[in-house]
């Protein structure tokens, strides 16, 4: 199949189950700011995520001529707006959900968390690291899920020390080191043999939804 058939409305791809959720409301604000545009019937939202991995989401929204979308993108054809995703952004944004507000315009809800940073010199395909992993998913997470934050492991480094990035209400908070030592280190230390402390990747100057409480 060529490019050009991939994208048509009709197409195997256009018509397959859509990646992500766009409301009503998201619709009707992209179609009008695509309207806008010069040669605008040719546009297509192209949705990326503008974030390293090991970071919060950040995402990047714009109008592209969909037929000039790579070989390697997703396209999708959404109450007639074509939406196209980056081939390797179509696993962590799938079941997302782009909404619009009067007050804060375009928001996507994602469900999915980032992927864990690559920090060279860590371990994280271990015996360690997976009874790591399983006590960040079934106890640490769900406790700070109430702060609406989430941590991700990273590795260690074969000497007693995790890594971990924090996301979502943790990230940029002014209590998320006190957060990250005092809990989420005494939590892993006390449960697995193995693991003494806990260090904080996370740029946390970049956070915008801190929690404070």
């Given at each position: 199949?060529?490019?050009?058939?991939?994208?048509?409305?009709?197409?195997?791809?256009?018509?397959?189950?859509?990646?992500?959720?766009?409301?009503?409301?998201?619709?009707?604000?992209?179609?009008?700011?695509?309207?806008?545009?010069?040669?605008?019937?040719?546009?297509?939202?192209?949705?990326?995520?503008?974030?390293?991995?090991?970071?919060?989401?950040?995402?990047?929204?714009?109008?592209?001529?969909?037929?000039?979308?790579?070989?390697t993108d997703e396209?999708?054809?959404?109450?007639?707006?074509?939406?196209?995703?980056?081939?390797?952004?179509?696993?962590?944004?799938?079941?997302?959900?782009?909404?619009?507000?009067?007050?804060?315009?375009?928001?996507?809800?994602?469900?999915?968390?980032?992927?864990?940073?690559?920090?060279?010199?860590?371990?994280?395909?271990?015996?360690?690291?997976?009874?790591?992993?399983?006590?960040?998913?079934?106890?640490?997470?769900?406790?700070?899920?109430?702060?609406?934050?989430?941590?991700?492991?990273?590795?260690?480094?074969?000497?007693?020390t995790a890594y971990?990035?924090?996301?979502?209400?943790?990230?940029?908070?002014?209590m998320s080191k006190?957060?990250?030592?005092?809990?989420?280190?005494?939590?892993?230390?006390?449960?697995?043999?193995?693991?003494?402390?806990?260090?904080?990747?996370?740029?946390?100057?970049?956070?915008?939804?801190?929690?404070?409480?």
């Amino acid at each position: 199949m060529s490019p050009l058939e991939a994208l048509a409305g009709d197409s195997d791809s256009a018509a397959s189950e859509p990646i992500i959720t766009i409301t009503p409301e998201a619709i009707e604000n992209l179609v009008e700011m695509r309207d806008d545009e010069v040669d605008g019937d040719q546009l297509g939202l192209r949705l990326a995520i503008a974030s390293d991995p090991g970071e919060d989401f950040r995402y990047d929204l714009s109008f592209e001529e969909f037929l000039k979308a790579a070989f390697t993108d997703e396209v999708r054809t959404h109450e007639g707006m074509k939406v196209i995703i980056p081939g390797d952004d179509v696993e962590l944004l799938t079941g997302a959900t782009l909404d619009y507000t009067s007050t804060q315009g375009l928001v996507i809800r994602n469900p999915n968390k980032p992927a864990a940073a690559n920090v060279e010199g860590l371990i994280n395909d271990d015996a360690l690291s997976a009874e790591v992993e399983t006590l960040v998913a079934s106890d640490v997470n769900p406790a700070l899920a109430a702060h609406g934050g989430f941590v991700t492991y990273v590795g260690h480094d074969g000497e007693g020390t995790a890594y971990m990035t924090m996301g979502g209400g943790c990230h940029g908070c002014s209590m998320s080191k006190m957060t990250m030592l005092d809990g989420v280190q005494t939590m892993l230390s006390d449960a697995i043999d193995g693991i003494e402390k806990v260090k904080d990747l996370t740029d946390h100057t970049t956070g915008e939804n801190p929690f404070y409480s």
